[in-house]
């Protein structure tokens, strides 16, 4: 039972470099979100999809990109990564709109970026 | 500024005793509210929640409290265990009040220790 999936788990990347998160769910789910986490801070809302095609923002999207090509995948890249972009990275989905009576969120395992 | 608000940054409480997570909110359109915890290296899990037609939820060892006039709520764990060490995180959402996402607000997090 794989659930959500993110890779990679880590990486650093210099200043100026890009890359992309992959998130990956297998429950079939039509909302996916990208989440944020800082030391002393709640999980903040980067962007999110309400179903295949479609991308929206957050709560903090500046600086990065997303694409929800295929229901099951949601990337989420930087372009020119900057040190204020050191963070636990968390990708979600929920098979109802977040917050609401179906929609649990179910996260991935989180990818710990640095940005030197 | 945060409109969920955990403002006690940990707890220590020993085992078989009663665990008191507190957390206040600002936002008078919040009408479901819902807690997750998170173990190290792992993505937040959902826990428990409640709507604000009610005041009061349990699930096993669980009971969340909403005080809607105080804009308050609290998550009761009896009897706490050591393995429920870990970072409570509280969030909310306005779903019934028109927002599009039903976006989920998090408050900072409590990390819990039992101790034997």
């Known amino acids: 039972n794989a659930g959500v999936t993110q890779t990679p788990k880590f990486r650093v990347l210099k200043t100026g470099q890009s890359m992309t998160l992959l998130c990956a769910q297998d429950?079939?789910?039509?909302?996916m979100y990208w989440y944020r986490q800082d030391p002393g801070m709640g999980l903040r809302l980067i962007h999110y999809s309400v179903g295949e095609g479609t991308t929206a923002k957050g709560e903090v999207p500046d600086g990065y990109n997303v694409s929800r090509l295929k229901k099951q995948n949601f990337l989420l890249g930087l372009e020119s990564a900057a040190p204020s972009q050191t963070s636990v990275y968390f990708c979600a989905s929920s098979f109802g709109l977040a917050g609401g009576l179906t929609g649990e969120l179910f996260f991935g395992e989180g990818s710990r970026l640095t940005v030197l | 500024d945060q409109q969920v608000k955990q403002n006690s940054p940990s707890l220590s409480v020993q085992e078989g005793r009663i665990s008191i997570l507190n957390c206040d909110y600002t936002?008078?359109?919040?009408?479901?509210f819902l807690w997750y915890k998170k173990y190290p290296a792992e993505g937040p899990t959902f826990l428990i929640s409640?709507?604000?037609?009610?005041d009061k939820n349990e699930d096993g060892r669980f009971t969340v409290f909403l005080n809607k006039s105080a804009k308050h709520l609290s998550l009761h764990i009896v009897p706490s265990q050591p393995g429920d060490s870990a970072v409570y995180f509280c969030a909310a959402s306005a779903l019934q009040r028109g927002s599009t996402l039903g976006r989920l607000y998090f408050g900072r997090g409590t990390q819990l220790t039992v101790w034997p």
């Open positions: 409640i709507s604000s037609i009610k």
């Open positions: 429950m079939n789910h039509e909302y």
């Open positions: 936002n008078s359109m919040f009408d479901y």
